[in-house]
């Protein structure tokens, strides 16, 4: 089962060609995939360590696009399976597996299903998502400062959840742009990356904790770019109204409310009848990509 299931992780689509001489790109036929679902609802009775992350990662392959992005899933089918089974065994491995899926796939579908799996689970416990959530964060070895430091050789390697990035120190204490030649391919470095690339993506999942005494880090979302944007630090569509780049509604606005006052002052508005209705006047403004103004 655990063989069948990492190849199942591991496997991506394969073009192959039809009996009508056709090239298509097929990730998995129906039949196999109902027999995989199987296999997988099957792992809600093994308890073992190992079940957890693997039917994590066999959600974010079967739950991510072509190419391991976009919105459609491979098969929709064995994600949502993955999913369930994971809600039904519960537990501190079972809810990180969970958020590592809603940081990686993007079909609204799947997403709604491990809402309600994380739901299930804390309604189980007796916490809410969130208190879950942070609680199966890992430290990573960090202190208060949120900084890990390894000595490697001659050389100091730092693990800072700033960025997040690693930092190399030399013997003098001068920090260096990148990975001595001295110690690139020693196992402690590798090690040192392989926590780095698992800090990304726990940021991206959610809150990474900086150090077991419950210090958290939370790192910029999309709540607070539109927070500075709203500040006045963008011209944007999230910018308040006085950085705001003018759009043609309210150019268009503008211009009547520049007309009104002309025609309140005693000035002769260019109106026209057609069929009884009266047409108000053009205000002709250059800017605005409204009929009135393009004639």
């Known amino acids: 089962m655990r063989e069948i299931l990492t190849r199942l992780a591991a496997y991506r689509e394969q073009p192959f060609v039809t009996e009508w001489h056709r090239e298509q790109t097929v ?10 679902r199987g296999l997988v609802w099957t792992c809600a009775l093994v308890d073992e360590p190992w079940v957890a992350p693997l039917l994590g990662d066999v959600a974010v392959t079967c739950g991510t696009g072509t190419g391991g992005g976009g919105a459609n899933c491979r098969s929709e089918l064995l994600a949502n399976a993955a999913v369930l089974t994971l809600a039904r065994r519960g537990g501190a491995d079972a809810v990180a597996a969970l958020a590592r899926i809603r940081a990686k796939v993007r079909k609204k579908t799947l997403l709604a ?9 804390a309604d189980r416990t007796g916490l809410g998502p969130d208190r879950l959530l942070d609680r199966t964060v890992p430290d990573f070895g960090l202190d208060a400062d949120g900084v890990r430091e390894e ?4 050389y ?3 693990l800072c959840v700033d960025g997040p990035a690693l930092r190399f120190v030399d013997p003098a204490g001068r920090t260096l742009k990148s990975a001595p030649q001295a110690i690139r ?5 590798a090690e040192l990356k392989a926590t780095l690339k698992e800090l990304r993506q726990t940021n991206a999942a959610g809150p990474a904790r900086r150090s077991a005494s419950g210090t958290t880090r939370t790192p910029r979302t999309r709540v607070e770019r539109s927070r500075s944007c709203r500040a006045g630090r963008c011209a944007g569509a999230c910018a308040p109204s006085a950085t705001r780049r003018p759009t043609a509604r309210a150019l268009h606005r503008t211009a009547s409310a520049r007309r009104s006052a002309s025609t309140g002052a005693g000035a002769r508005p260019e109106t026209t009848t057609t069929r009884g209705r009266t047409t108000p006047p053009r205000h002709r403004s250059p800017r605005c990509r409204r009929s009135c103004c393009r004639r």
């Open 27 to 36: 990730f998995l036929y129906e039949r196999t995939a109902v027999m995989l």
């Open 113 to 121: 299903n491990v809402a309600k799996a994380l739901d299930t689970i």
């Open 151 to 154: 000595k490697i050789g001659d």
């Open 156 to 158: 100091r390697v730092r």
């Open 185 to 189: 391919k020693t196992p402690e470095l």
